[in-house]
Antibody, heavy 117, light 107 residues
């Protein structure tokens, strides 16, 4: 069965970086994009970007351009999302989700990132 | 960015009722819209993709529809386990954008 398992919760200070990983199993990793989304407290979900695991090509939301890097390790069937220059309003639950058709039928369990001094 | 306006923001209904959620797109998004269900502490669950296609295992009491730039998700014969937040997302153009969500409470 398709599974996306994310790394654990993180607490970071303002200005730091965070790296969240997403281990995929149960399907051919290189056949489907991996998207990253987040939901801040009291806010709607927000799409951050995606990666094509086959090519490494990425597309990012303008909101995060310059601060986000999505990468993949095909041998480990893992996608990762790094966000730099963390601010308090980056405190959120971060998700990875499988792309393709249908979009986001499979999700990771979420990773809570807390930014606090 | 495509604005997605979802209504109502919350809804209270009884078991067996029929309820409808609406998302209005700010421009033509064709059939590139999905509906998701979100329960506390859980990742979102895909219910309907491409406006009206039920994901695998989703009960047939869920129905999606479209009229122009207006999209609906209807639950016929509400069940107690349907308590959740429901939201739409358009994937016609980047960045993908979301409705604000409708909180459904079962009386």
């Amino acid at each position: 069965q398709v599974q996306l398992v994310q790394s654990g919760a993180e607490v970071k200070k303002p200005g730091a970086s965070v790296n969240v990983s997403c281990k995929a199993s149960g399907y051919t990793f290189t056949k489907y994009p991996v998207h990253w989304l987040r939901q801040a407290p009291g806010q709607s979900l927000e799409w951050m970007g995606w990666i094509n695991p086959a090519t490494g090509n990425t597309k990012y939301s303008q909101t995060f351009q310059g601060r986000i890097t999505i990468s993949r390790d095909t041998s480990a069937t893992t996608a990762s999302m790094e966000l730099t220059g963390l601010r308090s309003d980056d405190t959120a639950l971060y998700f990875c989700a499988r792309g393709g058709i249908p979009l986001w039928a499979y999700w990771g369990q979420g990773t809570l990132v807390t930014v606090s001094s | 960015d495509v604005q997605m306006t979802q209504s109502p923001s919350s809804l209270s209904a009884s078991v067996g009722d029929r309820v409808t959620f609406k998302c209005q797109a700010g421009q033509d998004i064709k059939n590139n819209l999905n509906w998701y269900q979100r329960k506390p502490g859980k990742a979102p669950k895909l219910l309907v993709y491409g406006v009206s296609n039920l994901d695998t295992g989703v009960p047939t009491r869920f129905n999606g529809g479209r009229s122009g730039t207006d999209f609906t998700l209807t639950i016929t014969s509400l069940q107690s386990e349907d308590t959740a937040v429901y939201f739409c997302v358009q994937y016609n153009s980047l960045p993908y954008t979301f409705g604000q969500g409708t909180r459904l409470e079962i009386k």
